[in-house]
């Protein structure tokens, strides 16, 4: 029997990223210019473009100014931790009903947006951190994805502020993520959150999860020989074991070891044996083999970023509430194009649905919504001159 085809168009997918932005962080009408719906277009359009609200109101023929929507977001948007709670609901809309059946791996990680400028009010809002792209500053957000068949869609986002505690972070995004009914079978988390304090909580939560390991103590050339967790890195074959860390406050806490060592294989000037050191609790690893293939599943989340980044819109706002604003609708967007891609583009088979990101790549998905903003506004394709232009 053949299958019913229906046809998507830009327009449809630009109202459907409309709809689920506007249905939770609920913008308000600022005038007979900056309605709702305008304001929507216009920040969708600026993402679609990885550009600034300035350029994009500049580019579309019938926006109102860049001045006026900033003043319409300032007047309309809530409190930073009520922006927070509405982004995490629009990333919690359209989840699989598979995702909660049963527990899922979930990935954690702490993104870091690179800030040159003075806190906007409160000294904490500014992450300090090691320096990357000329700056230790940063605007910081910690993420929980959930990992289905491939398919990444983030669950809850949070900002990080100064001086925080990754324990409190890791306890707040676990709890947003518990109100998505998605219940984490184990954890894949960031070297960075390598620390006795986030691992005393996780074996007092219960919360099983993989880490890799960060080496510290004397090198192996050291006269006196390796020490600390730099011991593991002699090793010459794989194995297991456990080591105890502990923190200024000379706080405790022990985890299992797994050392993976393989040859380094078509790495470039990379020559003889690699040891992978990964922490683990709670877990009962069948072999090396399974540790180091179940942690290569959050290097997805790197790419999860790559995509993020392509829908962020820029700008040089010191406010947080609006920076907040432009990553959630970045993973706002990223969640729209993995949601399409499971109910809408798949193809149902016996064993599983099959996936073809080919159909509808990220890029092109942005792309279409930007059509869909230039048939709704119009393009600018002119400007004024006070001389003429010369053939």
Known sequence: MRRRQYTITSRDVQLHAAHVCQKYLKLRDHGPK??????????????????????ACTALLKAPSDQAVR???????????????????????????CLRRRPQPLAIDLVLIPYHGEPFEDPNEVYRGQAKSGTSHFHAYA????????????????FVCKGEKLEDVLKRLLKQAAKTGVKPRYLLLDRGFYSVGVIRYLQYARYHFVMPVVCRGRKVEHPKGPSGTRVFLTWRRSGWGT?????????????S??????????QWKRHGRQRLVYGYWGLSPSSYQWVYETYRLRFGIESSYRQMHQARIRTCSRDPLIRLLFVG???ILRNVWVWLHWEVLSHPRRGGRRFDLNQLPFRAMLS???????SLLGIRDGMQSEHPLLT
């Open 34 to 55: 900056c309605r709702a719906n305008v304001l929507l277009t216009i920040l969708l359009y600026a993402a679609a473009r990885i550009t600034s609200l300035a350029a």
């Open 71 to 97: 003043d319409a977001l300032a007047a309309t948007l809530p409190n930073i931790h009520e922006l927070q709670r509405r982004i995490n609901r629009a990333l919690a809309d359209g989840l699989p009903r």
């Open 143 to 158: 993420t929980v994805y959930v990992i289905c068949k491939g398919r990444r869609f983030t669950l809850a986002v949070t």
């Open 243 to 255: 080591y105890t860390l502990r923190d200024a406050k000379k706080r405790k806490a022990t985890l």
């Open 257 to 266: 070891i797994c050392v993976k060592c393989r040859n380094y294989r078509g």
């Open 329 to 331: 609708i970045a993973l």
């Open 368 to 374: 279409w919504i930007r059509q869909a903003a230039e």
